[in-house]
């Protein structure tokens, strides 16, 4: 994390909402939490956060198969409980709520019947080895990370580009746990949270439809690594990463400008910015909170 003249700025948060006592499940185990977790059992792990047009709070509960909706005051409500682990979630402008489930692919939510169905489940046959995360681009074009257990020691990653016309590009194959993705916003540049290489690939986007001089943009360290993504109309993106309980804010140079620091765990896991409020919500895992920061004040 490179700064250069200026330490980054501190930006505190404050718990907007934690997911109530009903809904938790604790002590029981699941075959995520056997294989992310060590074994130990989680009572949630929420991810994906997102709103609809009516300001409500989407979000995903990974080993339980759950997806919720959080209204502006703060009350859950579960949308969906079925037999999947969904991951990423976006909701399109046109309302589609869009999952990366890593059991089955992409999926389809429906949150007024509370169905859930497949969109796409494999490439040429083979099965993703895991979806974790999407981005959705303005001409409705799919980006979605296939990260499974890939790592240094296997980086075989994928990175996907569902275009429109149901064309599906693989425009990385060598990624080191390819996790969070974010598209610039002249859309020409594509940037992806590799986590088990604790940095974040800038991949442009070439006039033919492929990719080129992909490079690493920024640099981390910890157990883990960064996760969710998204970047403002200012180019400025926000890194969530998944061990240090901060989300970092990088300048379009790659300089380190901002840290907003957790003030619950240290698994920050995903975010979205809410842009009329000027405020950042951010998925704290461990404790099942979604946290909240006031950007007014950024450099």
């Not at 859950?76 to 969904?86: A, K, N, R, T, V």
């Not at 990624?175 to 859309?187: C, I, T, Y």
């Not at 070439?206 to 157990?223: E, I, Q, Y």
């Not at 970092?248 to 842009?275: D, H, Q, W, Y």
Request: a negative charge; charged letters at 20%.
């Amino acid at each position: 994390m490179m700064y250069l003249d200026k330490s980054p700025q501190l930006v505190e948060t404050r718990v907007f909402s934690s997911m109530p006592a009903e809904f938790r499940r604790p002590g029981v185990s699941s075959k995520w939490a056997d294989a992310n977790r060590g074994g130990h059992p989680v009572d949630c792990f929420i991810e994906g956060p997102s709103f609809d047009n009516s300001g409500n709070l989407y979000v995903v509960d990974i080993p339980f198969g759950r997806v919720f909706r959080i209204s502006p005051d703060g009350i859950w409500s579960l949308i969906i409980e079925y037999d999947g682990w969904p991951n990423g979630l976006k909701i399109a402008p046109d309302g589609r709520v869009l999952v990366a489930d890593y059991m089955n692919g992409l999926m389809e939510l429906d949150p007024q019947r509370g169905t859930i169905r497949p969109l796409l489940g494999h490439r040429n046959s083979e099965s993703f080895r895991g979806c974790n995360d999407l981005h959705i681009a303005t001409n409705g074009g799919i980006y979605f990370t296939d990260q499974g257990q890939t790592g240094l020691h296997d980086p075989t990653g994928r990175v996907f580009r569902l275009c429109p016309d149901g064309r599906l590009d693989c425009l990385i194959s060598n990624g080191p746990s390819p996790n969070g993705l974010v598209l610039s916003p002249d859309e020409a540049v594509l940037f992806v949270a590799m986590t088990r290489d604790n940095s974040i690939w800038r991949v442009p986007l070439m006039r033919d439809g492929g990719v080129a001089k992909v490079g690493r943009f920024s640099l981390f360290f910890g157990t883990s690594g960064p996760d969710g993504l998204t970047m403002d109309q200012k180019g400025r993106l926000f890194v969530a990463h998944a061990s240090l309980g901060h989300v970092f804010v990088m300048a379009p140079n790659g300089e380190t400008i901002a840290r907003i620091k957790s003030c619950a765990g240290a698994t920050c896991t995903n975010l979205v910015l809410e842009a009329a409020n000027g405020t950042l919500l951010i998925t704290e895992s461990s404790t099942g909170s979604v946290l909240m920061a006031d950007l007014a004040h950024l450099p």
